[in-house]
């Protein structure tokens, strides 16, 4: 039998970098103290930590110096999906382990965050300061009324303001939610009526690609149409005055109070996340206090390798669960950057500049941001100081093989590339970056830490080398406590543990390697099945948008009544481009030689955008629907979409076939 070859690694870190990285240390530490593997390194680490999976989250708790105010009982006991329950017994407070390296006077002084906006002013503001800002606001929560358990909601972009809230409704024992403002008033209130908040932290307006945006209108509407509000905080980010009724933010943050913090079960509700919302309401995802913070800080701490000496930036805005992960890095005392304003004003290279400025070393954006630098041939490591850079991150999407090259090249050949990814309703990843593997092309390095990742075929069984369903067989400490407002637990087991009961199915195609990396092949709802021959979207994506003359695709394919398959390819052109017979099949022969023979699309149309719901993610499923005949306002919900009339290009399309 003849093997073939693997493929030589684009990069691998120095024996140097290994011996340093926090993963390594903790290893050694963990073979000493719990009985983890000394040798084999990270595949060693991972099986460990997956077999003795309370062990090693013990083992975690222990490292980073968890503080529990009341001792746990047991780590797991019933590990049964869903309702495993973690630490019983224990008591302790997300926030104030987010706060801690303030108390060290040596670091009280640094800064625990950098803001920056789209002028590149560059606002700083330390650990003493941040600690003080938080216990002054919780202080007032508290004379509000506000209790643990209580919501309390931000409509705020990325700015220190935002990470504030979310600390001091933290350090009560309350619940936090946001919205970006870029969400209109209906999208909102899909998501704020659902948990009934008691106070509303929101700004004036904002400023994104050069422009000022007014949200005074959409807050009032926000005030009139949820009824549980008891207070009103105004964030004057463009320095309007304080609407009546309101409660200024200078009022409520001054002075030099310390924070006091609630101590509260492990599995109390930290925060509400919602899901994309594309077709109802959004769903509610509650994640636990206790469950983010270690899940957190492994993820922060040993896959990123992030610590004090670290400055920490991720393209986000506070509608993406990527915000409260960025939060989560004053976890393990990293300097924080945050970036309000548009990802590409005043030029592509907005976000490389961002990182120049601020001294980042961990990068983190999206896969579409790094292909439209790699299209608008910029030159990050020729045209920017990137010295201190260490690690470029993406999410969102899969990094395509150009991606990985384009950072190699243009940004340094001796940078970290991490393809990972996850989802909202962990509000982590499964596919980790591990500062100890080799990165190669197209490829996630590993599964994470205590994160039970398997792929799965229709009947259940795990396969290497193959493409199947993107499973976690065991539990995971952030894995949502609960879905708002679904009493008996429902909607959560339908969401994600139908397919496969007890073990939580994702809805994505993956392969894993036989090396123990990941490849993502797209959402598996969305598969394109073909003469028996499945392959996810993203693959063709890849392909299809190597070309210039392709700003962005989407492809669907549609079952049909008389047992045929209709896969349409619509693609959004660059500039200047035309969608002539030429383009056309250099397209099919793209896709016929890179890819395969059955998945050249039926028909190539060209469109004026393509669809994405707010966070970003191309939205398939529901222009799936239209072409099936569904109408727009039964495909998807319109106020989760990022540009309606574009999808309206699409429904107008499906109605040339239903006539």
């Known amino acids: 039998m003849i093997t073939e070859p693997t493929p030589a690694p684009l990069w691998q870190p120095t024996p140097e970098s290994v011996a340093a990285a926090q993963v390594t240390r903790f290893q050694a530490w963990a073979a000493e103290h719990h009985g983890a593997p000394a040798d084999g390194g990270y595949p060693a680490l991972h099986r460990w930590s997956v077999d003795a999976l309370d062990t090693f989250w013990a083992a975690v708790a222990e490292w ?3 503080r529990f105010a009341t001792p746990y009982e047991q780590v797991i006991g019933d590990r049964t999906m869903p309702g495993a329950q973690w630490f019983t017994g224990a008591t302790l407070n997300y926030a104030e382990h987010a706060l801690r390296t303030g108390e060290d006077p040596d670091r009280a002084e640094l800064p625990a965050l950098l803001h920056v906006d789209e002028t590149q002013q560059q606002t700083t503001i330390s650990w003493r300061e941040l600690r003080h ?6 202080a007032h929560l508290r004379e509000l009324g506000v209790r643990p358990g209580d919501r309390v909601s931000g409509y705020l972009p990325n700015v220190p303001q935002a990470v504030v809230a979310l600390l001091a409704t933290a350090a009560v024992g309350a619940v936090w939610t946001s ?18 908040p008691v106070v509303l932290f929101a700004v004036d307006g904002y400023r994104y690609g050069g422009k000022t945006h007014d949200r005074t209108g959409v807050v009032a509407e926000l005030r009139r149409e949820l009824p549980t509000l008891r207070a009103v905080v105004h964030v004057p980010l463009l320095g309007t005055e304080c609407p009546e009724g309101a409660l200024d933010w200078d009022a409520l943050v001054g002075g030099t109070t310390e924070p006091d913090f609630t101590h509260v079960p492990f599995d109390h509700p930290l925060w509400v996340l919602y899901s994309s919302g594309t077709t109802g309401l959004p769903k ?8 983010i913070l270690l899940e957190h800080v492994k993820q922060l701490g040993l896959h990123c390798d992030l610590g004090p000496e670290d400055r920490f930036f991720w393209y986000t805005s506070t509608g993406w669960m990527m915000w409260n992960f960025l939060v989560s890095g004053l976890l393990v005392g990293t300097t924080v950057v945050l970036y309000d304003g548009s990802p590409a004003h005043p030029g592509t290279d907005a976000q490389w500049d961002v990182a120049e400025r601020t001294g980042t070393t961990l990068f983190g954006t999206s896969a579409a941001y790094v292909m439209a630098c790699r299209k608008a041939d910029v030159h990050p490591g020729r045209d920017h100081d990137l010295s201190r850079l260490k690690c470029v991150a993406t999410t969102g999407s899969p990094l395509p093989p150009a991606g990985f090259r384009w950072l190699h090249d243009e940004v340094g050949h001796d940078l970290w590339i991490a393809s990972v990814s996850g989802g909202t309703d962990v509000c982590s990843c499964f596919a980790s970056a591990v500062p100890t593997l080799p990165v190669h092309i197209g490829e996630l390095q590993a599964a994470g ?11 259940g069984n795990p396969v290497i080398g193959e493409v199947g369903e993107l499973v976690v067989a065991g539990p995971m400490p952030s894995m949502p406590v609960r879905f708002w407002n679904d009493p008996d637990g429902s909607r959560y087991r339908e969401s994600y543990f139908e397919t496969y009961p007890g073990v939580w199915r994702h809805g994505d195609w993956i392969t894993l390697t036989d090396r123990g990396t990941v490849i993502i092949h797209g959402r598996s709802d969305s598969t394109l099945n073909r003469q028996g021959v499945r392959m996810g979207s993203a693959d063709i994506y890849e392909v299809v948008e190597r070309l210039p003359e392709i700003r962005e695709s989407l492809v669907v394919g549609i079952e049909q009544p ?3 398959y209709w896969m349409p390819l619509f693609v959004h052109l660059a500039e200047g481009a035309s969608l002539d017979d030429d383009l056309r099949l250099r397209i099919k022969q793209a896709i016929r030689a890179d890819l395969s023979p ?4 039926d028909e190539i149309i060209e469109a004026p955008g393509v669809p994405h719901t707010l966070t970003g993610k191309r939205i398939e499923v529901p222009v799936k629907r239209l072409l099936q005949g569904s109408r727009l306002d039964k495909a998807v919900n319109p106020g989760s979409v990022d540009d309606i009339d574009v999808l309206r290009f699409y429904e ?6 239903h006539d």
Do not use: K, M, N
């Not at 830490?449 to 009947?459: H, I, K, N, R, V």
């Not at 059955?598 to 699309?601: A, D, E, I, T």
């Not at 107008?652 to 076939?657: C, I, L, M, P, V």
């Open 562 to 564: 008389d047992g045929g």
């Open 133 to 138: 800002q938080v216990g002054g606001l919780a």
């Open 284 to 291: 509610a995802i509650v994640q636990s206090q206790g469950g």
């Open 598 to 601: 059955r998945h050249v699309p």
């Open 64 to 66: 980073f110096d968890i």
């Open 449 to 459: 830490l205590g994160t039970d990742l398997q792929a799965w075929d229709p009947q």
């Open 652 to 657: 107008r399309f499906a109605a040339r076939d």
């Open 179 to 196: 919205c970006a403002p870029d969400f209109g008033a209906r999208s909102v209130l899909d998501r704020f009526q659902q948990v009934e």
